[in-house]
């Protein structure tokens, strides 16, 4: 089944409610120097989004965003971004759902999700559009979770609101059930982590390196006919410190092959947790771990595990927040019918960010990163294995709000 027809039930709630709703469209603009290696999203292998002879004024998103309510309960939210010109399509979908939020009587409380979207696993990205509102760039964990992820199926919420009965404590569940995200792995197999900003859109491609040369890959596509689910659970402290863990399985066969995107299906598994404090003295810390493993090829003849984990430490003082985020990553192929396997991947991270808000909608910022890494596929294209790349990013990014109400 195509991937379009997942979402009919959200355009066909934007006909009807086309009259009144939220509309906003965001600019953001950057200014990038790098010493970086040609970026995977030129066909190098280099780590970040702006690599090798890409300084300059650059594009980072043109984001255009609708909600609106329907009826007493539904919330209706479609996400569209252009991010390149070179993109397989110049505008393109991130997410499109519609919500389901019942009004709780009790401290019970239940949600529903249907359409595509995040699951629930970022501690980074709370701002619209899953924006980091940290740094510029994303943790290699979770710019991997916008390149390769997203449910596209049905997600359901329930939360135990305790802190209404004069408890410490609110608890919640979340269940998941999805498809077309069967070829999810590939890109952490083969071309190893990276750091941006930079989301997949539902239609369009990945454009990155992996084994062969530059490619670009197709990461939402249902081949086996099989659904994958997640199951997670939360916990949140009145004082401010919440919980998470998220088991994901994609339940993907690893033997079948779609031969339209030349893909198999990657069976892909992983664990995640993740911790945030916020103080009432304006400090936010989030700690995040993943750990992974993903197959391929009938009887899984080729694995590969990667594991990823970073800590961050933020500071609003007024309009202006401070950010530093350190953080590792690995890929390794574990078993293979090929020998010696290239594929290996491991590396560190350094991130600063600042940001400044001089007034409503208007946002300024500035990002050095510096990235350390181990990648033994460079031999293929007779670069050196390791390598540190770092960047500098200042950008500038506005929102124009309008109201149809």
Avoid: C
């Avoid at 609708?66 to 993109?87: C, F, K, M, P, Q």
């Amino acid at each position: 089944m195509n991937i379009a027809r997942v979402l009919m039930l959200p355009a066909l709630l934007l006909g009807a409610a086309a009259h009144a709703g939220d509309f906003d469209i965001q600019l953001d603009a950057r200014i990038a120097v790098s010493d970086s290696r040609t970026s995977f999203l030129d066909g190098g292998l280099g780590k970040l989004r702006y690599g090798e002879g890409g300084d300059g004024l650059k594009v980072g998103r043109i984001r255009m965003a609708y909600r609106t309510g329907i009826g007493e309960i539904a919330h209706l939210t479609i996400d569209a971004s252009a991010w390149s010109v070179a993109d397989t399509n110049p505008v393109d979908l991130t997410e499109a759902f519609v919500e389901l939020r019942p009004v709780p009587s009790s401290a019970w409380r239940s949600r529903i999700k249907l359409g595509a979207f995040y699951a629930p696993i970022s501690l980074e990205h709370r701002a619209s559009g899953w924006t980091n509102p940290y740094t510029l760039s994303s943790s290699a964990l979770n710019t991997w979770v916008g390149e390769e992820l997203r449910t596209i199926g049905a997600q359901y919420e329930l939360d135990w609101l305790g802190s209404r009965d004069g408890g410490a404590f609110d608890l919640g569940l979340t269940v998941a059930a999805y498809g077309w995200n069967d070829p999810a792995g590939v890109v952490i197999a083969l071309r190893g982590f990276a750091l941006h900003d930079r989301q997949t859109p539902l239609f369009g491609r990945l454009r990155t390196h992996v084994e062969g040369g530059p490619e670009s890959r197709v990461i939402f596509e249902e081949i086996d006919d099989r659904p994958g689910y997640y199951l997670g659970v939360k916990a949140r402290h009145a004082g401010g410190t919440e919980l998470r863990f998220l088991h994901y399985d994609n339940r993907a066969d690893p033997a079948a092959f779609d031969a339209s995107i030349q893909d198999y299906a990657w069976e892909t598994l992983f664990n995640s947790i993740g911790l945030r404090h916020e103080s009432p003295s304006g400090w936010t810390l989030i700690g995040q771990w993943l750990d992974g493993v993903t197959y391929v090829g009938p009887g899984r003849h080729d694995a590969w595990d990667f594991d990823s984990a970073f800590l961050l430490v933020a500071r609003q003082v007024g309009r202006h927040r401070l950010a530093a985020r350190v953080e590792q990553f690995a890929m390794n192929h574990t078993r293979t019918t090929v020998f010696p396997s290239l594929s290996r991947d491991r590396g560190t991270a350094w991130t600063l960010g600042w940001s400044f808000e001089p007034r409503e909608r208007l946002e300024l910022s500035a990002e050095i990163l510096q990235v350390r890494s181990d990648v033994a596929w460079r031999a293929q294209l007779g670069e050196p294995s390791d390598a540190t790349e770092d960047s500098l990013q200042l950008g500038v990014r506005y929102s124009f709000p309008f109201s149809g109400r």
